[in-house]
């Protein structure tokens, strides 16, 4: 499995269900291994109390959506682990919903086509993190950017679809659908009314800031706050988010606050209305580090508490109309991105 130092490995799947899942968890057995073993230290609880919150979140995925749960059996089988833990995996924003943490800077250009984001969080991910590529029985493709064992994070589809996220925190209650099984769900949408309904069906319990984007130029971002869910208008130039709210007054560290809060104004400076509003200046928004403390494109720092070093991961800009996504490993601003179409079937640096 050769890993470019340039950009993620990558993997080509395909069939049903259960087949990419096994696919997926042969090809990824060791990454598995070793990123279940990060979250095992990460949830800093005993494993009988994080089996026993998978095994609910499992009855709430299969009636969500029982191929995701048919795709997670496959990876478990394919990795040779329990397939509790592989929900844990899926449910692993939900079972550190209390964290205070920032995981990201979104942008969509209202009306456009592009749309992307910044990945932040620990460094001990980067070189676990990979991109899968798939294809059903039914013919329906995406692509993501993911954590090995989930079954999706950021990526688009061959329908136009786009979805990213920001991780926000919470003391209520999460116990929906998890977010990352939401997002998976999302990227099978061939319409916007698929779309809205996958949203209807999965209901709240979640702390998450989701954006649905299309090809059209619409969007959808959504705040989760457990309980509740609240629907932001677009952005008059870009639609921007980071890591706290601004639908609400939920608590927040204040740390945390300050970070999102600078990295929020920044992005909002450099989307503001008279700027560019092309994959160009996507790429250039998200690569700013103007900031010395609170960098958009951030460097890895050490932070308190278990994470350890954490900065940016990765860089997506995608471009839902050519259905391509253009990624950048690591938080080098001058680094290259690299292109991936959804329809091609093989790439150079594919495992």
Known sequence: ???????????????????????????????????????????????????????????????????????????????????????????????????????????????????????????????????????????KRFLTMTEPGMLAKVGLNDAGFGVCLNFLPTPKPTRGVPSHILLRSLLDAGSWADVEETLERAGVGRSLNLLVAGRDGRAINIEYEGDAARRMEPGGTATTHTNHYVTCKAPVDAELLENSAARLERIRALTAPGTPADLARLKTVLSDNAHPEHAILAPYRDSDGFLGRKGTICTIAMDLAERRMHIRRGNDPAGPFVEIAVTQKETAFSM
């Open 1 to 139: 499995m050769p890993a470019s130092s340039r950009t993620f490995p990558l993997i080509d799947v395909w069939g049903k269900p259960e087949e990419r899942g096994r696919q997926i968890g042969s090809a990824l057995n060791e990454r598995i291994a070793r990123t279940l073993s990060i979250y095992k230290t990460y949830f800093d609880r005993p494993e009988g109390e994080i089996l026993a919150a998978a095994a609910q979140f499992r009855d709430v995925i299969a009636a969500f959506d029982p191929r995701a749960c048919a795709e997670m059996d496959g990876i478990a089988d394919g990795a040779d682990v329990d397939p509790l833990w592989i929900v844990a995996l899926n449910a692993r924003s939900e079972l550190l919903s209390a964290l205070s943490a920032s995981e990201c800077t979104v942008v969509q250009y209202t009306g456009t086509p592009f749309v992307g984001q910044n990945w932040d969080w620990s460094e001990k991910l980067e070189e676990l993190v990979v991109l899968i590529r798939s294809e059903d029985e039914r013919g």
